[in-house]
């Protein structure tokens, strides 16, 4: 079975600080993708960054890097020089390649505030 | 980039009538289509997979005669809620796989639902 962690159901930040988000998962398959995802309060989910299991480096987009911790199965999220846009809902998420037809799970979400 | 569409955007229907929701891949074709449901405040939720010219896989606690999915071609799915009954409010999301790609999936813009 999949399952996705996120501990964190809101976060504070100062505007052009860094803020790192938490997620955890659990998988049985040896293969998978970890996504993050930005939703803001219109609703649309915005693609932030990919992480595959197998990638030797930390995926890095713009503002956004994934900590990626295979062994501690955790894939964090981290966006540096926070911006007011930013404020919105995160989610992490889940795909395992192998099997389960490549469906994708999330995580509870994490409510990010950027504070001027 | 890809782009799925979603119509309606916003609906409102009388408890015990049908409505249908229609996910469109524009610019892509998608052998595999998820729908989500997602209540205010909380994460996205699988209901079912929907896969091109086959019967939808839903997903445990779902009923399928109440959600029906139709997969008819590479480009468009549809969400029929039969019998809507103001717990089916919610923000309905489908998103879509882009066959020549294993990660690559594509949010359509969502469905407000509202049955009063």
């Known amino acids: 079975a999949q399952k996705i962690t996120q501990t964190q159901p809101g976060m504070f930040v100062q505007e052009k600080e860094a803020v790192t988000l938490d997620c955890t998962y659990d998988t049985s398959d040896p293969s998978y993708g970890l996504f993050w995802y930005k939703q803001p309060s219109s609703g649309e989910m915005i693609f932030l960054i990919y992480q595959g299991s197998y990638d030797q480096q930390n995926a890095t987009e713009g503002r956004y890097s994934l900590n990626f911790q295979k062994a501690r199965k955790s894939a964090n999220l981290v966006i540096s020089a926070s911006q007011l846009g930013d404020s919105a809902m995160y989610f992490c998420?889940?795909?395992?390649?192998?099997?389960?037809?490549?469906?994708?799970?999330f995580g509870a979400g994490t409510r990010l505030f950027v504070k001027a | 980039g890809a782009v799925v569409s979603q119509h309606p955007s916003r609906v409102i229907c009388k408890s015990g009538t049908s409505v249908k929701i229609e996910c469109r891949s524009l610019d892509f074709q998608a052998t595999t289509m998820f729908w989500y449901r997602q209540f205010p405040k909380q994460s996205l939720m699988l209901m079912a997979t929907s896969n091109e010219g086959s019967k939808a896989t839903y997903e445990q606690g779902v009923e399928k005669d109440k959600f029906l999915i139709n997969h008819a071609s590479l480009t468009l799915s549809t969400l029929t809620v039969t019998s809507a009954h103001p717990e089916d409010s919610s923000f309905y999301i489908c998103s879509a796989n882009d066959r020549g790609s294993t990660y690559e999936q594509y949010f359509g813009p969502g469905t407000r639902l509202t049955v009063t």
């Open positions: 998420a889940m795909r395992g390649l192998n099997t389960g037809g490549f469906k994708t799970i």
